[in-house]
């Protein structure tokens, strides 16, 4: 807050008369062609008081000759005057540099999203308030969970093999249990060749038309892991059925 009087160049030779012996910054309105410009332009008469906001927007004015309404400094004028000027200086708004360098990255500080990671720091208006709590995870959807990033919901994408066309070589997918995305590539058991987790006769039946068959090959038939199926792996799942 600044208080500024301008008197006209006649009387600066009086100047102690009212600034009272105080430190206060005055200055004097030159008389030319046109009179006294600066009173002229603000449509000022002798001991008129004016009042402007931060914006230098004229906000109050009074002439504070009469001893009636200004002659008391108690008098509830100048109380009146006090508590205006007191709403005005909470309305001036934090000190920001228009000119500083930040990123372009909505961020959220004191609960406000800004459009850039200076906040308010560079005059920036907030654009909205935060969706959420710093570090907020949000699992709804297994599949699209979401994390709270400066403010906003950021949802993270889940990649699945059985999706993506992966194969599940030796096993076959399971279907995710509640609260999972993905399904789970199981591994059969060597000569589970049907897949139903038991090892019996079916498997051995199954293995046997693979081999006379000649030209189809099943990971899970190969007993021996040679790459080939023949006589040897029947022989081998045989024993493993009969214990």
Partial sequence: MKLIGVGKSQHMSTLGNWTNGNDASVCADQSGFA???????????????YVLDHEGNEVFHENITSSTNWGNS???NWQELRNFIEELISQIPADCNPDLACGEAITCCDGLLYPTTCCSENCDESIGECEC??????????????ECWEGQWIEIIIDCAEQMG?????????PPEEGECCSECVLFASGDIN?????????IVALVN???????YNEVADMNSDGILNVLDVVLLVGIVLG
């Fill in 35 to 49: 009179g006294y410009a600066t009173w002229n332009d603000w449509g000022a008469s002798q001991r008129d008081l």
């Fill in 74 to 76: 108690s008098s509830s």
């Fill in 166 to 174: 992966v194969p599940c070589e030796g096993g076959a997918y399971v």
């Fill in 195 to 203: 897949g139903d987790g038991v090892l019996n006769v079916l498997d």
């Fill in 210 to 216: 693979l081999v006379l068959s000649g030209n189809s």
């Fill in 133 to 146: 709590t710093e570090g907020e995870v949000n699992n709804d959807n297994p599949c699209n969970p979401m």
